[in-house]
């Protein structure tokens, strides 16, 4: 069945290692990356849109560019006088990655300023996936009007995934992130967590404390990551199920390595794949991206 599919966040200008000590140029953001891989691997008669903001300036205007190249719909991104796109740097050390970045001014921080335009965007999607970094780089009033526009999507019985994509560095408090989080995850039908953020921010013991936190915030379908311990899939309907990691030879960059998974995985579901098969599917692809630098790979360099 053909659909759309809307990735709401924040892309960036990436800078990332090169030979002879030189920076190449890229563009990413964890929804953004998500939706690149979703696009290569979603069947032709899905479409991907992101929602954001851009400034006008040459680089936003390079970015929407790549954006459309890469098949991605940018109708819903706004573009705002006065701003400019969020720029960030990889920092690689055996194959792990920290960042600095440089966003206070990034036009992506009022994608939910015009409510008009973020209810057309949603109501022309069938799947919505946003992130904790969406909600993160957004003001309070900003946050209520995307969680509004997506509750109600959610009650209209569009699937709204959400992974909370933790980096506390983005949030001024500790609470208020806990809090903010969990009404996101409120507003979601698919959960898509990483297990290692929800041990270190919210203190879960186990990946089944995970699952019975968020089922009891009114999740119906859980997808927990654990790195190269697999994945732990808990449907509605349906027994748990635990889908290995594909293993990698050589670890060269962990950079959208979830994001890919995440892509790759509502891929395979929304063409009617089970959640084991599209995990193990998006394992494989996520195996793949973390083989090679930078958050986008070309599909040539991933599975068959």
Not at 55 to 83: C, H, N, Y
Not at 256 to 271: E, H, I, K, P, Q
Request: net charge negative.
């Amino acid at each position: 069945m053909a659909g759309t599919m809307l990735s709401i966040g924040e892309c960036m200008v990436e800078l990332m290692q090169a030979e002879g000590g030189l920076l190449r140029k890229g563009y990413a953001g964890d929804t953004f990356n998500a939706a690149y891989y979703a696009r290569l691997f979603l069947p032709s008669d899905w479409q991907v849109a992101y929602c954001s903001a851009v400034g006008t300036d040459t680089v936003s205007d390079e970015m929407l560019a790549f954006m459309a190249d890469k098949g991605i719909d940018t109708t819903p991104v706004r573009k705002i006088e006065g701003r400019t796109p969020g720029l960030y740097m990889i920092h690689l050390k055996d194959g792990e990655r920290s960042f600095s970045y440089w966003r206070s001014a990034s036009a992506a921080r009022l994608l939910a300023d015009d409510p008009d335009h973020l209810r057309r965007a949603i109501e022309g999607a069938d799947l919505i996936l946003f992130s904790g970094i969406t909600l993160a780089i957004l003001s309070p009033d900003a946050v209520e009007t995307l969680l509004a526009e997506l509750r109600r999507a959610k009650a209209a019985g569009k699937r709204v995934v959400f992974d909370p994509n933790i980096r506390p560095r983005l949030w001024d408090d500790a609470e208020r992130m806990r809090r903010t989080l969990s009404d996101g995850a409120r507003a979601a039908n698919l959960l898509m967590p990483s297990f290692d953020d929800e041990v270190t921010h919210f203190g879960d013991s186990s990946i089944a404390a995970t699952i019975a936190r968020y089922k009891a915030l009114g999740v119906a379908d859980i997808v927990v990551k654990d790195g190269e311990k697999g994945v732990t899939l808990a449907f509605e309907g349906s027994d748990e199920s635990h889908v290995p990691a594909t293993p990698v030879a050589r670890v060269v960059d962990t950079t959208s390595a979830g994001d890919s998974f995440n892509g790759a995985f509502l891929s395979r579901l929304v063409a009617g794949d089970s959640p084991s098969a599209s995990a193990a599917f998006a394992a494989r692809v996520a195996a793949g991206v973390i083989g090679h630098h930078g958050a986008l790979v070309d599909k040539s360099k991933l599975v068959d």
